[in-house]
C-alpha cells in the first residue's frame, strides 16, 4: 500500500508562532510522520522544532525539494519512499506547500503514481492578500515574479492593469525584498493614476502591513519601509 503525502503549512513569519496560525488538527498530522520533503532542511528543522514536534528532529528525515531540483529522476527519488508505503510531509519555506513553490513537483509525481495527496489548513499569503485587498476576490490571478529588467517589466505591468480594467480580474504578483523599493517606483510611474494597488507584507507577523490606495494617492503617501520583507502586490 502507498503511503500518503501530507501538505504541511508553516507560518508566513519567523515572528509568529506556529500554532497561533495552524489549527490543531495538524499536530497529529505532524507528529505522525518522520520522512519530509522540504524547501530548505535548516527552515524545516527549526518550524518543527518551534512546533514541538513529538519526535526527536535529530531522529527525521529531511529530503530537499527546491528551485534547483530537476524534474524527473531526482523527483522520483523523492516519490520511492511513499511507493514503498512510507507517509510524508512537505514543507515550504513560508505558507502552504505547492503554491508558488517548488513542492508543486512532488505532488504532480504522486498524482501520477495514484498516491493520496492530503492539504492540510494554514495561512497562504496569496490568499489573505487578496481577502484584506478590497478588490475582486472572485476573479483574480497570481502571477509569480516580474521580469527583472525594468523595460520588460513595465510592458509586465502594463499587461497586468489592461486585465484588471478589461476583465475586472485582480493581478497579484510578488517581489523579494531587494526588488521591493524599484519595483514600487516602477509601478508608481507606469500605472494610471485611478488604478488601485494593494501593498501586502508581513502578513500574519506584528508588523503586518497591508494598504490598498490608488496610485494617485499612493503618489503622495508616505511608503513603507520595504527593502527587507518580500511583498505581494495586486492591480485593480
Known amino acids: 500500500m502507498y503511503g500518503t503525502l501530507y501538505l504541511i503549512p508553516c507560518p508566513i513569519s519567523d515572528e509568529t508562532a506556529p500554532w497561533d496560525v ?9 507528529d505522525s510522520l518522520d520522512y519530509f520533503i522540504v524547501e530548505n532542511t535548516r527552515t524545516a528543522r527549526r518550524f518543527l522544532s518551534k512546533a514541538g514536534a513529538a519526535r ?8 530537499e525539494l527546491n528551485e534547483h531540483t530537476v524534474a ?7 516519490v520511492k519512499p511513499l511507493v514503498e508505503g512510507r507517509s510524508a510531509g512537505v514543507i515550504s519555506e513560508a505558507g502552504v506547500p505547492g503554491v508558488a513553490d517548488p513542492g508543486a513537483l512532488v505532488v504532480e509525481a504522486c498524482h501520477r503514481r495514484g498516491i493520496r495527496v492530503v492539504p492540510l489548513v494554514g495561512p497562504s499569503s496569496i ?21 527583472v529588467k525594468p523595460p520588460e517589466r513595465v510592458q509586465a505591468i502594463r499587461r497586468f492593469e489592461r486585465r484588471a480594467h478589461a476583465e475586472g ?3 497579484l504578483f ?4 531587494y526588488r521591493n523599493v524599484k519595483l514600487m517606483e516602477q509601478l508608481l510611474q507606469t500605472l494610471a493614476p485611478e488604478t ?5 507584507m508581513d502578513i500574519t ?15 503622495a503617501a508616505e511608503l513603507p519601509a520595504m527593502n527587507k520583507r518580500p511583498a505581494i502586490f495586486i492591480i485593480g
Request: aromatic fraction near 8%; include cysteine.
Open 22 to 30: 495552524l489549527p490543531a488538527a495538524n499536530r497529529a498530522v505532524m
Open 56 to 63: 526527536p528532529i535529530d531522529t527525521l528525515c529531511f529530503r
Open 72 to 78: 524527473g529522476r531526482e523527483v522520483e527519488e523523492l
Open 127 to 147: 490568499v489573505m492578500a487578496v481577502m484584506a485587498s478590497g478588490l475582486n476576490g472572485q476573479s483574480f490571478a497570481f502571477n509569480g515574479y516580474l521580469p
Open 169 to 171: 480580474q485582480s493581478q
Open 174 to 177: 510578488i517581489e523579494a525584498p
Open 196 to 200: 488601485r494597488l494593494t501593498v501586502a
Open 205 to 219: 507577523a506584528p508588523g503586518e502591513f497591508i494598504r490598498t490606495l490608488r496610485v494617485r494617492e499612493w503618489r
